[in-house]
């Protein structure tokens, strides 16, 4: 799919970085128009969400899809506290504001999924509905927890050592054709829960990739790299901000009002072995209205092993709530 046959556009935003976005409105684009902000992960860009935007454009709904900080054609600070997810979530708000919107159905994926949920309690006021994949709702802690006890909890999040580590950026970035093919390869395989514990990750880059089974095709893989020539200290900076995060969120006294009271769907993969299958339970104390869709035999890329499905999932979920284009009532809650 040719990156170029989308409407792109760029905005210094309020809290000062310039943000490359896509914005595709539908034909009929008005004040009763419904806007999907979507938000993308790690190692992705916008350019994640191309099977499904114009599928929900032909819908009606108005799509906007952003390269998150660090990301892409948008500002790549050097200081890790640019990445918390309060400033994200500050700089997401401020595209709504540049973009005339008010309120958004929210739709995240990976990393995309944490800061969406994350925006629902930082401007909760700021969002119609929310659609999470792969990433369940974590509500924020009232105990600092380190990524290593955080890895030593649950192994498979072990890679994200090596992804916060001071020296991961340098060697992420002299393979990063290799890393898009082990990060994107995802299937049912033993191979993977290896990759992911601690230090494999490295080993695998480093020594010996699996590249069979990637989900990119070429012409697609050149797109990436070319959106990764100024590094990667951006994307990575993410992984860095555990500590950042908890104290921000400590200070707002978040931890004291963990619910999130839009409707949520949560969409994830039987085959994911990142997703913590005990979070996904958990997660429905948290949220008034929760929609859990499980997806057989589908791992982590969930908008590109079962493009239609995910497509299809959110339309038949936002139908159900009654946004849809031209529900002026629930476009403007």
């Not at 590249?211 to 100024?230: A, F, Q, V």
């Not at 900076?237 to 500590?243: I, N, V």
């Amino acid at each position: 799919m040719d990156p170029d046959h989308f409407n792109h556009r760029q905005a210094r935003l309020s809290t000062g970085w310039t943000y490359h976005y896509v914005d595709e409105k539908p034909a009929n684009n008005g004040d009763q128009t419904v806007t999907l902000l979507c938000i993308h992960g790690f190692p992705d860009l916008w350019y994640g969400w191309r099977h499904q935007i114009k599928p929900w454009v032909q819908r009606g709904y108005r799509v906007v899809v952003p390269d998150m900080l660090g990301y892409g054609k948008t500002d790549m600070p050097t200081e890790t506290s640019a990445y918390s997810t309060k400033n994200l979530c500050n700089d997401l708000a401020a595209l709504l504001d540049h973009i005339g919107v008010t309120k958004a159905v929210v739709v995240g994926h990976d990393w995309g999924a944490f800061i969406g949920a994350r925006f629902a309690l930082w401007h909760p006021d700021r969002l119609l509905s929310l659609a999470i994949l792969s990433v369940p709702y974590i509500p924020p802690r009232t105990q600092y927890v380190s990524l290593e006890q955080i890895a030593k909890l649950f192994q498979p999040f072990g890679y994200q050592l090596y992804l916060a580590s001071e020296e991961s950026a340098a060697e992420i970035e002299a393979h990063v054709c290799v890393i898009l093919g082990t990060r994107l390869y995802r299937t049912s395989d033993a191979r993977i829960n290896a990759i992911l514990r601690d230090g494999r990750l490295r080993e695998v880059l480093l020594n010996a990739p699996i590249t069979e089974g990637c989900l990119l095709n070429e012409k697609e893989i050149t797109y990436y790299l070319s959106n990764y020539e100024r590094g990667m200290i951006g994307p990575l900076s993410y992984y860095r901000t555990t500590q950042i995060r908890f104290g921000e969120e400590l200070a707002a006294s978040l931890p004291s009002k963990p619910r999130i009271t839009v409707p949520v769907i949560f969409i994830g993969g039987t085959d994911d072995k990142i997703c913590p299958p005990n979070t996904i339970e958990s997660q429905g104390a948290l949220i008034d209205k929760l929609t859990v869709v499980t997806l057989q035999g589908k791992a982590h890329w969930l908008m590109l092993e079962a493009p239609e499905i995910v497509t299809d999932e959110i339309l038949f979920w936002l139908k159900g709530l009654g946004m849809v284009p031209g529900n002026r009532q629930q476009c403007c809650l």
